[in-house]
């Protein structure tokens, strides 16, 4: 038996080997977007698929993203399982009405005669020094539409295994891939791969007592960061990473609040009418009677997203969830 | 080095030669309608097609008449009526194989039924007791499409599917002049074209899109024309003219289905009734427009093109109107059936399974049914 050894890989690395490993698993999975073939895509996820699989299975679209999204639906209904890129959260917005008003509800409105099993890879959030329309964090206008999963990793091995469940599932699945996370590394081995994880799950990513972070993708590391520096201040804080944020983990999260009795919510999405508002009232519903505070957010400002040079005052930093995390009525412990 | 100097360096050429990516010529539509009816074209028309048209437009007219006269009885919700259409409508569905798909928009009810759905599970989405009445893979025919030209992408993707899985299968697409303005119309065609999918798009220009008339709608030479921008033939035809219609298709479809790409076929129609039962038409057009347009009625066009042939005589006649009456009885005896409707359906399909989130939903919804019932009981 060989070891193979544990390398550190990039998310960018393990969603292609994702891609690559479903399309070689299943032959009706299809790879198609702007620049996703010759190109290997502008964030190079899709590089070296239509060199192994060929073009018709890793297609280079025209430059239309409704057309892009309606003709998967097409593919979808004749037994294809299309992978589809949008290039840019900002961009994925003309194929918003394919989405809302036919992904979304193909099954529902044929009484599951007609599923359509499409995997949505949008790459979202801040960060990484965009111009305008390159940094949306678009995931309230998904989760707000029934009849679609909505998944973000926030690891290489959940990109890997995450994206193989979005693709295997026979539900539309808006894979939200966090653009600053892209290029992070951490140990995984792309010889073995992580075993598909389940859709709908959170997962604790450290545990603590005093208080805990919800969060997801982009802002998980951000969170980490927080709980690492919150030591000092003499709190131990959990971070719960929600990997899927519709279905919902409701039993994972309270359990974790019902644990520690104070909670933050964390998004880089604005607070308004944002994933924060949804979460708090359902840990607020569910777990009154443990909570020391009211449930807080710490989110991106209701504001267009800033210009880049901006950009890191409107980001949820370590400094803004730690002040939160005081404003949790720690004075009525003492 | 001076700036002289430096441009001393560089030797302007000419560009790469250009030359046009597609002959645009072939692509052209006729400068006038293709019709059938009542020209020398008819001689060589198939009488047993000339026939089964005939009795299919009457059916279709009377089906038509008989699903608006239920929305007066509320037994539909809306009905968005074909009435003058019928041979678009007919034309659509007899030109497609067994193993072909029909892309409808919501007024091409007489199209799907035409193509074998059952005819009360084509009035599920109008009667309201749920979306698709019908299972889309069992005639091959897509969900009625309410929001406009969004079907289009979708009869491409298909098509494209089919053939990348090397099956013989062209999709039919069908939409109205309003929805050739969306975006999604223009985006269907780029990918037909570019992929060279076996698909047909048929325009039914029937003059109106709700109240708007065709030249606030475009300011194309005609709709056929936007064809040549895609690089695929645009065909103009009567569409009060089955058998012109039905030819038109034909080829079109025939063409497809030999590999040789995408058409887009503009019909010129009339709606001869409103947008739907709960629209008022006088509002934006005169009753000699809609005159002018009854004179050129499409089932009278037929049925004078095969009486004056002796291909019909009063009896044909009476034992199709026969039949769309038997249909119509039928309709409105199971139209006027209450459908069973299951609450709890709410959930059933929104997913494969249902969300921890709507399984909650769901518990709800069933203890509301619950306390209801026995409320009634306590009540009775």
Known sequence: MTTVAVRPATMAQALTRALRDAMAADESVHVMGEDVGTLGGVFRVTDGLAREFGEERCTDTPLAEAGILGTAVGMAMYGLRPVVEMQFDAFAYPAFEQLVSHVARMRNRTRGAMPLPLTIRVPYGGGIGGVEHHSDSSEAYYMATPGLHVVTPATVADAYGLLRAAIASDDPVVFLEPKRLYWSKDSWNPEDPTPVEPIGRAVVRRSGRSATLITYGPSVVVCMEAAEAARAEGWELEVVDLRSLVPFDDETVCASVRRTGRAVVVHESGSFAG???????????????????????????????????????HLPGVDRILDAVGRLQWEAES | ???????????????????????????????????????????????????????????????????????????????????????????????????????????????????????????????????????????????????????????????????????????????????????????ALNFAAVWQAPVVFLVQNNGFAISVPLDKQTAAPSLAHKAVGYGMPGRLVDGNDAAAVHEVLSDAVRHARAGGGPTLVEAITYRVDAHTNADDATRYRGDAEVETWRRHDPIELLERELTERGLLDEDGIRSAREDAETMAADLRARMNQDPVLDPMDLFAHVYAEPTPHLREQRAQLQAELEAEAESEGTHR
Request: contains cysteine.
């Open chain 1, 275 to 313: 994933p924060g508002g949804e979460i708090a009232a359902r840990v607020t519903e569910r777990c009154f009677h443990h909570l020391e505070a009211p449930v807080l957010r710490v989110a991106g400002f209701d504001v267009p997203y800033p210009p880049p040079m901006l950009e890191r005052h």
């Open chain 2, 1 to 187: 080095m001076t700036v002289m100097e430096q441009r001393g360096a560089y030797r302007p050429t000419p560009p790469p030669a250009w030359q046009p990516r597609t002959d645009p010529a072939p692509l052209l539509p006729d400068a006038e309608p293709y019709r059938v009816l009542g020209t020398k074209a008819a001689d060589r028309a198939d009488p047993e097609l000339l026939r089964t048209l005939y009795a299919r437009l009457v059916h279709g007219r009377r089906y038509n008449a008989q699903a608006t006269a239920l929305t007066k009885q509320g037994r539909l919700a809306v009905y968005p009526s074909s009435t003058g259409q019928e041979a678009c409508e007919i034309a659509a569905a007899l030109v497609l194989q067994e193993q072909d798909w029909l892309f409808p928009s919501y007024r091409d009810t007489l199209a799907v039924v035409a193509r074998g759905v059952d005819p009360v599970e084509a009035l599920t989405l109008l009667r309201g007791d749920w979306h698709t009445g019908y299972d889309p893979h069992e005639h091959r025919v897509a969900p009625l499409s309410t929001p406009l030209a969004t079907q289009l992408p979708h009869a491409v993707g298909l098509a494209h599917a089919a053939r990348i899985k090397g099956d013989d299968v062209v999709a039919l697409a069908m939409v109205g002049d309003g929805g050739t303005s969306e975006g999604d119309f223009h985006e």
